[in-house]
């Protein structure tokens, strides 16, 4: 076995290697990089190296010391990097963050500087690219705005082009001395002229030829103010001179210098045209033609104050009956009517009259010229009489060559002796229109002063219908009903009586057309069917007859939509059925042609009501309604019967005449106005099924003296 060779302390390296290589295995080799560090440590370790080499080196000997030392020298070359990356790191931040970087001096000139450099170089062209970019950007965002703009310019522009060759307004421009520029089409259309053969001419000459001191007016104040407004007569291309709404605007640079001149005008003969339509409709009726009640009136008062002539008379027209026409023959014969009625008043007016329509039947006649009164009512009195005959003529109606015959009432006033103001003056002539169509139409009257009371009594009338519920003023009162063939009691009209503050009695035929006008009509109706229907039900159970009430409904009543619901809860609380109530249609309620009025009155009918048509003859109600409405009895007028019936053979024909068209419908009839014993009897001989109503039976008596008759279920004896 060979022996570990001695190493010294100052033994060189190379020959301490040497000598060891040649006491261990030849494969040993110690790697050289840490050779001499080991080396040296053994050296300076006598005693382990002693040691050592007192014994032969083993593998693990000579590897193990190389390899700590090895690991020693990896640890801080890895510190050595980390120091060095840590400061690259930092250096690059800081050039990526800021303009410059912090460098070591002793690395400036190395590759870190180098790198840091190459960075800022990086840093600064990239600003410059970002900067580019912005501007970039900015020019875009720019360009694109003018784009933009450009393009809304245009789009505008050729808006503008488009509005000014559609206006309907002509437009034209000229110079500052009016020669004329451009105009658009509708100038053209406007005054027919061509476009080529107005540019260049001037305004004076083309559109104002007769008028020059307008046309320097104008440049005038356009001049001085920039703008004029006004109507102007344009020559057209054929001479003729049109109507025109001009406007003139002066456009000026910026140093106030008129540049242009820009007029605009639209035609005005449509515009007066309407104008002058419209002042015909405010001013005038629209069937006849003639002055309206609002021009009227105003035309009276200024004739009353301007006192041109000492005296003036007012006529006031009414035509007869002319709802009856409407009702029976139809409106448009109705209108017809008017406009002949107008056409005859007008061909008898005199130089100064003034005719006017002031209501549905009503024209007023304006005479505003006499000296005395005697002058003017001799001749208002001479001319309402040739009036009167001139209407009587016959009107030929379009249709069929029939004609037909009216009448007419007048009443006469005369100012300043009835009234100096134009309402008092025609509420003096309507007053007295009043009287005579309460003597019997077809006359004319002058007005009294006596006639002012019938004011004064409208008006008490009025105030006190308004208390007169209140105050239990009203009291029913009851008219029987009697069957001709049996002369038993069948049923009752149900009339109203009003006694005023309890002392002054006032007929029906005054506060009943008073009511319906102030709408007091309808509760004073609700509480006579209450009322009459608490009596019947009394007068039932007494008689232990089937009895039953006749009542009078208003137009108004019609028109409302619960007038079935009204009906029957004054009927409910009395156990009574719908067919004891007999519903008396006025007049006025049966309008021929209103869908409406019908469907109410067959809705009343679907209820179970009678339904009776009132004044039956008297030429109010049409024939037509006959079949169009359920109707279950036909009440003939008093005026056919009193003081007629029998001496009077025509009024008789007519009788039979009625009954037989009752009798062939088969319709039971109710006949008014029986007065005598021949009446009834005639009567019964032609029908003795029809319920005769008059004085020849009873008077309407009161219902609670009717309760004291009836109390003890004796019925009155009417046997003739």
């Known amino acids: 076995m060979t022996r570990a060779p001695r190493l010294a302390p100052d033994m060189p390296d190379r020959q301490a290697i040497m000598s060891m290589r040649a006491s261990i295995l030849p494969t040993l080799v110690l790697p050289h990089l840490v050779l001499g560090g080991v080396l040296a440590t053994l050296a300076m370790q006598g005693q382990w190296a002693t040691a050592l080499a007192g014994r032969p080196l083993g593998m693990e000997d000579l590897l193990l010391p190389g390899l700590f030392a090895e690991l020693a020298l990896l640890l801080a070359q890895l510190v050595l990097w980390r120091l060095r990356f840590g400061l690259l790191s930092r250096t690059i931040e800081q050039m990526v963050t800021q303009d410059a970087a912090e460098i070591p001096w002793q690395n400036r000139?190395?590759?870190?500087?180098?790198?840091?450099?190459?960075?800022?170089?990086?840093?600064?062209?990239?600003?410059?690219?970002?900067?580019?970019?912005?501007?970039?950007?900015?020019?875009?965002?720019?360009?694109?705005?003018?784009?933009?703009?450009?393009?809304?310019?245009?789009?505008?522009?050729?808006?503008?082009?488009?509005?000014?060759?559609?206006?309907?307004?002509?437009?034209?421009?000229?110079?500052?001395?009016?020669?004329?520029?451009?105009?658009?089409?509708?100038?053209?259309?406007?005054?027919?002229?061509?476009?080529?053969?107005?540019?260049?001419?001037?305004?004076?000459?083309?559109?104002?030829?007769?008028?020059?001191?307008?046309?320097?007016?104008?440049?005038?104040?356009?001049?001085?103010?920039?703008?004029?407004?006004?109507?102007?007569?344009?020559?057209?291309?054929?001479?003729?001179?049109?109507?025109?709404?001009?406007?003139?605007?002066?456009?000026?640079?910026?140093?106030g210098t008129i540049r242009h001149v820009m007029g605009v005008f639209q035609d005005l003969s449509e515009r007066r045209s309407a104008r002058a339509r419209l002042h015909e409709l405010t001013h005038h009726d629209p069937l006849t033609g003639r002055l309206n009640r609002a021009s009227f009136m105003s035309t009276l008062r200024e004739v009353l104050a301007a006192r041109q002539a000492p005296i003036q008379a007012l006529l006031l027209v009414g035509i007869d009956r002319l709802k009856a026409i409407n009702d029976t023959l139809g409106h448009r014969t109705g209108d017809h009517v008017l406009r002949e009625v107008a056409h005859r008043l007008g061909q008898t007016l005199r130089k100064n009259d003034i005719l006017a329509r002031i209501g549905g039947d009503e024209f007023a006649i304006l005479m505003p010229a006499f000296e005395n009164t005697e002058q003017a009512k001799a001749f208002a009195m001479s001319h309402a009489e040739s009036l009167l005959t001139r209407l009587r003529d016959p009107i030929q109606l379009d249709r069929d060559h029939y004609s037909l015959k009216i009448t007419a009432s007048l009443g006469i006033a005369f100012s300043p002796h009835d009234g100096n103001q134009a309402e008092a003056l025609l509420q003096a002539a309507d007053l007295a229109l009043l009287a005579v169509k309460r003597a019997g139409r077809d006359q004319a009257s002058l007005y009294l002063p006596s006639l002012g009371e019938r004011i004064n009594q409208r008006f008490r009338i009025e105030q006190g219908l308004r208390r007169a519920l209140e105050n239990r003023e009203f009291e029913i009162f009851m008219q029987p009903l009697i069957e001709a063939g049996s002369a038993e009691l069948k049923g009752f009209e149900c009339l109203i009586r009003w006694t005023q503050g309890g002392t002054t009695p006032i007929s029906p035929a005054d506060f009943i057309p008073v009511a319906e006008e102030i709408g007091m009509i309808e509760p004073i109706t609700e509480w006579i069917v209450r009322e009459g229907c608490r009596h019947l039900a009394s007068w039932r159970r007494s008689t232990r007859r089937e009895l039953f009430i006749s009542i009078n409904l208003s137009p108004r009543h019609l028109l409302r939509d619960d007038l079935a619901q009204m009906l029957l809860e004054a009927l409910r609380p009395h156990g009574l059925s719908a067919s004891a109530l007999l519903i008396e249609l006025t007049e006025g309620g049966l309008v021929g042609g209103l869908e409406l009025v019908h469907e109410r009155i067959h809705h009343l009918a679907m209820h179970g009501f009678q339904i009776a048509i009132d004044d039956f003859g008297t030429g109010h109600s049409s024939l037509g309604m006959l079949t169009e409405l359920p109707i279950d009895k036909l009440k003939i007028d008093q005026s056919f019967v009193r003081d007629r019936v029998p001496h009077d053979p025509e009024a008789v024909k007519v009788l039979d005449a009625m009954l037989a068209l009752a009798r062939e419908l088969q319709l039971p009839v109710v006949v008014e106005g029986v007065e005598t014993l021949e009446q009834a009897q005639l009567i019964r001989s032609r029908n003795s099924q029809a319920l005769l109503q008059g004085f020849y039976f009873d008077r309407p008596q009161s219902a609670f003296s009717w309760d004291g008759r009836l109390l003890d279920g004796t019925l009155p004896n009417y046997k003739f």
């Open 109 to 255: 000139r190395g590759a870190l500087g180098q790198l840091a450099e190459a960075l800022l170089k990086l840093r600064q062209a990239r600003r410059g690219t970002k900067v580019a970019l912005e501007r970039s950007r900015e020019t875009h965002a720019q360009l694109q705005q003018e784009s933009s703009a450009r393009r809304e310019a245009e789009v505008k522009n050729l808006l503008a082009l488009s509005v000014y060759a559609h206006l309907d307004e002509a437009v034209f421009f000229s110079s500052p001395q009016g020669v004329i520029l451009q105009v658009n089409p509708a100038f053209e259309r406007l005054l027919g002229y061509p476009a080529h053969r107005v540019e260049g001419r001037t305004s004076a000459e083309l559109l104002m030829p007769d008028n020059p001191a307008l046309h320097q007016a104008i440049m005038g104040v356009l001049r001085r103010d920039g703008l004029w407004q006004g109507e102007a007569a344009l020559r057209r291309a054929d001479n003729r001179h049109l109507p025109t709404d001009l406007t003139c605007r002066a456009i000026k640079d910026a140093d």
